[in-house]
């Protein structure tokens, strides 16, 4: 496929942080961005040249966005995927593709998906019956998760399960047709790893990184993860693995965990930017927000080395107040860069920016600067 030539236009379903991030690269590289999103003003809204206000299942919504844009992509993996296949009936290239968004979106697919491209995954379950849950206890066994096959982020939409009592309970509270039992695996890391494609099948990984949640939301990164060099190979090798296999074109983040035996599963796979490669921005030649445009634009693709140790933190609101206070007392720290989202309200928990410390020396550095920081911002 030709290029598209920058003054050329790209739409993106949904205006959170990473389709903002992905703007400001876009526009670095010349092209024009139509956004559609519900919510006026939303982050991405305030940075790019058009925003169609409108549902996501909006059809005539969809369809102008068709006529605006050469290429459009998605930020965000619960946008009905009818929408994207709507826009792909109408001639459009969406990338990634309603295949790969619809793998992503449903756990049962997304994890028969991972085993038939050979990679490791925890055993699992299908549910959709208290007789399908009274097996998986047999087959599969505590400790387990059940987890929602769609809708759920963040934690939202799973419990632990312990004993048979805990089974039935989460049954009944999930209350939800499509269910998926798995084991809890004992893991010493959990890792992701960044991938793009392009449509020429040209492939780049960024290295695999630790993250560590806080209340199952994403709290920090740590670039590159502690691991040895074969566990580093083996991660990038098998997001690369689901990369060729999904026949992506754009970037995937790919979540695994590390098992003391030094054996990678993967646990979900993100067909877009992801929270754990927001230290791209800085610490690579070629961010994933940039990876991600030139990827869908037909471009090459472009390096995924790292300048230094990066460490990432969140900056979540805590309902306290909109306006943050402290900024001008980290950015005393010359190695750190900041990003906020330009949400009009800090509600508890909520992701309202992100912070980057990049030390040329270690990674203990770089979390002890990005620590530092956060913690002298406060929201008033
Ligand atoms: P998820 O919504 O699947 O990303 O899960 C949220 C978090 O729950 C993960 O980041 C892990 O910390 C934990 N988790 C999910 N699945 C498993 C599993 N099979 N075994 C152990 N921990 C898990």
Known sequence: MNPILPGGVIGILGGGQLGRMSTFKAKQLGYKVVVLDPTPGCP???VVDEQIVASFDDELALRQLAEK??????????????????????????????QALKISQNRWAEKEFLRRSGVGVADFFKVASLADLETAMQQIGFPGLLKTATGGYDGKGQVVLYNEDDARQAFATLNHPALIWEKKVTFVKELSVICGRNQAGEIVTYPAVENIHVENILDMSLAPAEAPAHVQAEAQHIARTIAEQLKLVGVCGVEMF?????????????PRPHNSGHYTLEACLCSQFEQHIRAICGLPLGSTDLKGYAVMVNILGTGAGNRLA???????????????????????????????ALSPHSLAEARGWALEARAKLKWV
Not at 71 to 86: K, P, Q
């Open 258 to 270: 590390l098992l003391p035996d030094e054996t990678i599963l993967v646990n979900e796979i993100a």
């Open 69 to 98: 844009c050469e290429v459009i992509t998605y930020e965000f993996e619960n946008v009905d995927s009818r929408a994207v296949e709507l826009l792909e009936q109408l001639g459009r290239k969406v990338f990634p593709d309603s």
């Open 44 to 46: 991405c809204g305030q």
């Open 326 to 356: 402290g900024l001008e007392q980290v950015l005393q720290n010359s190695q750190l860069a900041v990003h906020l989202y330009g949400k009009s309200s800090a509600a508890a928990r909520r992701k309202m920016g992100h912070l980057t």
